[in-house]
Every structure is written in C-alpha cells, then in structure tokens.
C-alpha cells in the first residue's frame, strides 16, 4: 500500500521517515548483506562432512546411527547447524542406463545433494520441492544429502513423499538412512529486504503500473498476516479502493484466493485471517475463492495451482452477474436462534444449489469452550442446527464451521465448490 494509504490508517511505523535516507538505508543493507556472507562462511568453514568428504561413496559409514525420512526426527537432528544423510541403494537390472529422478518433498532449511559423490542439484530455502535428476542410473550407487539447518526446527518434512522414479515405477526411499550431524550453528537472522519495508511493494511493483489498464486483479496473499490477523479486513479494503483509484478504474474487478488448508504455522490464526478475508465482499465487484481442500496441510506453499487458477476463472465470469460480491461456494450469511435450542444457520448460494455431509461435526464456541455440534439437517437453502437440551447459550455464543488452520470441507454446492469457513455470532 501506498504511505497516504498507511498514514490513513494509522500504520506507518514511527522509524518510517528514516527510510527515505539512502545513506541509511545501504548501510542497513551491508551491515544485512555482512552478517548474511559471514553466516554461509561459517557455515563452510566448520562442517566436518565438507572437509572430510562424506560425499565420498566410499566413505565408512558404518558407525552412523540409522534414521527413516518418513518418522518425525529426535530433536538432536532439528536445531540450527549441518546435517549428512546418506544410503546405498540397488535398482533392478533391467532399469540400469536410464534417466531417474529423486524425488524428497520440502527440507528446512537447504540442501546439497550428491550420487556417487557428483553434486546433481541444490536448493538455497525450505519450500521448494526438491526434485533432481539423475541421468543414468547405475545398478549401485549412494546417494549423500548435505542439509543445512538456519532455524529450528529442521530437517525433512516426513509427511511428504521420499521416493527415486524411473518411467512408472518407484522406489521407497524413506528407510535405511545414515546420520550424522557435523556442525552446530546460531539461529540464522532474517536476511534484510529493503522492498518489505512499508510502501517498499507498492512503489516498486504497483505505482509504476498506473498507467496500464487491467481486465481484473488476482490476489493470493494472507500467510505473512495470519500470526496478526486483526484489522486485516479495513487494510485490505483500502489497497483495493487505493488501486482502483491508482488505476483510475472504480469497477476493476478484484478477485481473491481465501487461505487454503496448512498445518505447517502453528502459530498463526489461519480460521481468523479467512474471516478478515470475507469482509471485502462487502465491496462491489469482488469475488472470493474458497480453497479448502486445495492446500497441503504439511505445505505452506502447495503445488496444486491448476484448480486455484480454475475457480479463479469461474470467480471472473460470475463477479459481473454478482457485482455485490461473490464467492464460488455457499457462503454463510447469519445464525439465527429459532427456539432455544435450535440455530438455522442461512447462506447466500449465488444460484447454486448446495448439500452438506452427514455425521460432521460443527461447533458451539462460547465462554472459552468448544462444544460439538451433530445434529443437524438441511432444509432447501437453510442448516438446522438442534443442541443438546443440556446446552444453554451464552450471550458470546458462536456458530463454527472448519474453524480451525486445516479443515477438511463438508458443505459443498452443485458444482463441488466447497463453503467458506466461517465463525457467526447467533443473533
């Protein structure tokens, strides 16, 4: 956002002004740029495996302790420095000379990766997946992995796939791994991006686009704001009006991708970031993407674009008949209590009939606690929810729905779009 746009708001820092200094600002880069290369030299200079090239297939290894990629790794193996992994395999005769591929998932931090002691590929940060090729497979040979740890914890994300391709088939890598760890490191601090600094985006990236027109925006964001997702509603309200009125085009349409599933931030408050993402339907021509369901609950980065890019199409054909705000999925408008203890919970479904699964559990949040909710039935366009005749409700009492960082969806409309989240105060 632009600075009249965080000074309406309230949210340039008070260090914002130095910013502008350019003296300041480079010396804050080398003293970054400093810190960064003295970290990687230490780095190299330390790691016994470096020096002693446990690379090397020949290398004894023999002593090493034995650990599988697939289980969740003993603490000792997850705190900052360098780790060496390494295992002998043997393929089948008859894949001997062909091309294959390893295939490892996502690491933290960084990665080398060796085949009989020739590097075939690396990865400098943690959510890439690590794909590498092997030209001609040999009937033995030994594969090394250099892991390279900046912050705890570390390793190898042991819900993902470990696995070497050759044309259809696969082999299970996930077992029969040596380890040693050969160095112990300090945290590694963030590395320094002048263009994070407040305004730093939007005059790089978005001010120098004024004088183009846009048939519509898409906007996949909100990870970075869920450990602080208040009043990111208002915020992302004023960068739509702000970029419209940039654009000198009050009805561009702007359309959004709502949070996907992910477990990987522990401490983030993903269910309330996609509520915050809700209230800019309350501006015209908007669309939200609901993409429950398309994320991976062990990646914050998942792969599978194909369908958000797809649902991203349907937001733009139908943000137009919905000027007033549309979302492809039902859309839970309020939570109504009907007798005392039964709540209709109604939805907006943009003409889409919708069903929702049977013996799923919503929730009755309220004074802190959290009740299951599975008595319920649909009626047409309505969910009927009963509580247990023990329950009385709490003037602060909330109706959930996939409240939580990694749901799994089970109201979906006619065309398989699944309902946003949503938290409702029961009126």
């Not at 690379?55 to 697939?70: A, K, V």
């Not at 429950?292 to 958000?308: A, Y």
């Amino acid at each position: 956002m632009s600075e009249e746009s965080l000074n309406k708001l309230n949210s340039l820092p008070p260090s914002y002004n130095a910013l502008k200094n350019k003296e300041y600002l480079k010396e804050i880069q080398n003293l970054d740029k400093f810190y960064q290369d003295n970290y990687q030299k230490l780095c190299e200079e330390i790691d016994e495996g470096l020096h002693q090239s446990w690379q090397d297939p020949n290398f004894d290894d023999r002593n090493w302790p034995e650990i599988s990629l697939s289980e969740t790794w003993n603490e000792k193996y997850t705190f900052p420095g360098t780790l060496w992994l390494r295992k002998r395999l043997q393929i089948p005769d008859r894949f001997i000379g062909k091309e294959g591929e390893l295939r490892f998932g996502t690491m933290t931090d960084a990665d080398v990766i060796y085949v009989n002691g020739n590097k075939i590929g690396n990865t400098g940060y943690k959510y890439p997946p690590r794909n590498y090729k092997i030209s001609k497979l040999r009937k033995s040979f030994t594969i090394a992995i250099r892991l390279k740890i900046y912050n705890a914890p570390g390793g190898i994300t042991h819900s993902k796939p470990h696995i070497l391709l050759f044309g259809e088939n696969r082999l299970d890598l996930n077992y029969g791994w040596k380890i040693r760890r050969s160095s112990t490191l300090p945290e590694r601090h963030k590395e320094y991006f002048i263009n994070y600094e407040p305004t730093g985006l939007y005059n790089g990236m978005i001010a120098t686009l004024q004088k183009l027109k846009f048939a519509a925006i898409l906007w996949y964001q909100g990870e970075s704001d869920a450990g602080s997702p208040q009043n990111y509603g208002p915020r992302f309200r004023e960068l739509i009006e702000s970029w419209r009125k940039l654009f000198k085009q009050p009805n561009l349409p702007f359309l959004y991708v709502q949070l996907p599933n992910c477990d990987t931030e522990k401490d983030a408050d993903w269910a309330r970031l996609r509520e915050e993402q809700k209230e800019v339907l309350k501006i015209s021509r908007t669309a939200m993407v609901v993409t429950i369901g398309d994320g991976e609950d062990d990646d914050l980065h998942p792969l599978n674009k194909k369908d958000v890019a797809h649902k991203l199409l349907n937001a733009y054909h139908n943000v137009k008949l919905f000027p007033n705000g549309y979302c492809i999925g039902p859309l839970a408008k309020e939570a109504i209590q009907a007798k005392r203890n039964v709540i209709i919970l109604s939805f907006e479904t943009f003409g889409k009939k919708f069903n929702v699964e049977k013996n799923k559990d919503f929730e009755l949040f309220q004074g802190g606690h959290s009740y299951k909710v599975r008595d319920y039935r649909q009626v047409e366009e309505q969910i009927i929810l009963e509580l247990p005749a023990t329950l009385s409700l709490q003037p602060d009492a909330k109706v959930r729905y996939n409240w939580s960082n990694a749901p799994q969806a089970f109201i979906w409309n006619e065309e398989g779009y699944p309902a946003s989240p949503f938290g409702l105060n029961i009126q």
